[in-house]
């Protein structure tokens, strides 16, 4: 799991920890619930032996009840509350090395790291809410106003010291934050500003961090969080305004896009000014909830499509709506399967790397949702057997990528594998393709599928049994 001592410096720094004297275990300090969020890093918090020794002076605050509250309790609930954001990804940051500055940090080489939660969703560490108090009442979030859950806030020096003393102990690359809305919107972004003007500027942190920014904030705010962010993200929640509308009544689709313009705008500029400082170098994305409002596939697709198209967001986060408790009788009483997800990634892949549009892969007149049986590549192709199959000595590019099978890295190769010579079917089998999936769709100098069978024949042979069993649940 882990790189050897030898291989890795960080590692010998966890050792170190292992070999203290002061041995208290993680587990004794921290609940269980909290180790739920970090299942492929075991052994890595089984070495955090100090609990959290720079935040003693203000590791305690009051929760709802007015009773005083263990950092180690708020970390539970907040690690909790922010499992449901989606929107964890590090990549297109710059690099940012803190070597030789006497700051701490670097946000090279390994990214930011990522775990699973048990129910499948990306988490990444440290993945945090500053507070899930919240003044707003968004029918699908368990931080709303009106929900019964234990609530809790970190102070901003708080966030700032379990962020360093990860770091230290080489658990996180950086930090991904987020919170509820506490007495206004200005006032929360000001504390989420605090939290990285602190680490960047006090602490010299090197780190990657992602802010969860407000979008009825100031527009000051959101340029200075930009100024010491790597990512910035605006959630647009719903695919559509009347989705918005009906469940997050107190949120504005107007403001969410002023303010991802704003970002947009600021982003192109500091590209295209190499001095002008630093505005969110890792871009910006959002997160859209599947599954909470009647929303088909075709809405959701069409609006990253505008997202992309018009903010020019590094992501968009799918998530799938998650049943919560006491929730609104608006809301659907069971998940989407977790396989619509997936597909509405595999799309979203489709049409930023593959040439696909929104039509092709919902088409009008459908009942404009993923077929979750087959991915929406090999979807397509078998609503389009007339195309196929396709000669790989002799099609275009744009063509080679539609073949479902074949990724980027593929084609890539095969392109420059046909500039020599003509491409066989051994050729493929040596590039390791997924011959099952590939081979009713191509032809080589030395094969042709045997029967181009009709699509309803294909399609069983190209369903896996397992995806059967996903399509079930
Ligand atoms: S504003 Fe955010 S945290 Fe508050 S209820 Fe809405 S989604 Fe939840």
Known sequence: MFASTAQSPRLSERARFALSPQTTRLSEIVPDTFFSFFPRRPLL???????????HASSTNFNDHGRSMELSAKLAILADAAKYD????????????????????????????????????????????????????????????????????FSVEEVVQLT?????????????????????????????VRVARSLRQEHRFAGYIHLKTIPDAAPELLSEAARWA????????????????????????????????????????????????????????TQMIVGADASTDRDVLTSSTNLYANYRLKRVYYSAFSPIPDASKAL??????????????????????????????????????????????????????????????????????????????????????RAHRRLRYADLVKLRVAMKKVSPFVETVDYRPRVEPESTALRTQVVSPRQADLFGH
């Open 45 to 55: 918090l089984e070495a955090f032996f100090e609990p959290f020794p720079n935040v």
């Open 86 to 153: 989606a929107s964890c990804s590090s990549s297109g940051g710059v690099r940012r090395d803190s070597r030789g500055t006497g700051g701490i940090g670097s946000n090279e080489g390994m990214g930011i790291c990522h775990a699973y939660a048990p129910d499948g969703r990306c988490i990444s560490l440290l993945k945090i809410l500053l507070t899930n108090f919240c003044i707003f009442d968004c029918a699908y979030c368990i931080n709303r106003r009106s929900s019964n859950v234990q609530r809790a806030r």
């Open 164 to 192: 360093l003393d990860f770091y230290r102990r080489n658990y996180i690359e950086g930090l991904f934050l987020s919170s509820g809305i506490i007495q206004s919107s200005d006032y929360t972004m000001e504390m989420l």
């Open 230 to 285: 790597d990512r910035l993200s605006i959630n647009v929640e719903l695919p559509t305004e009347g989705g918005l509308k009906a469940l997050a009544p107190e949120k504005n689709l107007r403001d969410i896009r002023q303010a991802m313009a704003r970002l947009r705008l600021g982003i192109d500029e500091a590209k295209a000014d190499k001095k002008a400082p630093r505005f969110a170098p890792a871009g910006q994305s």
């Open 332 to 417: 659907p009483l069971r998940p989407p399967p977790l396989i619509r997800e997936h597909r509405l990634y595999q799309a979203d892949w489709l049409m930023r790397f593959y040439g696909f549009n929104v039509d092709e892969i919902t088409p009008a007149g459908d009942d404009g949702m993923l077929d979750l049986e087959v991915d929406p590549k090999m979807a397509w192709a078998l609503r389009h057997r007339e195309q196929f199959p396709v000669n790989l000595n002799s099609a275009p590019k744009e063509m080679l990528l539609r073949i479902p099978g074949l990724g980027v890295r593929t084609v890539g190769k095969l392109l420059a594998m």
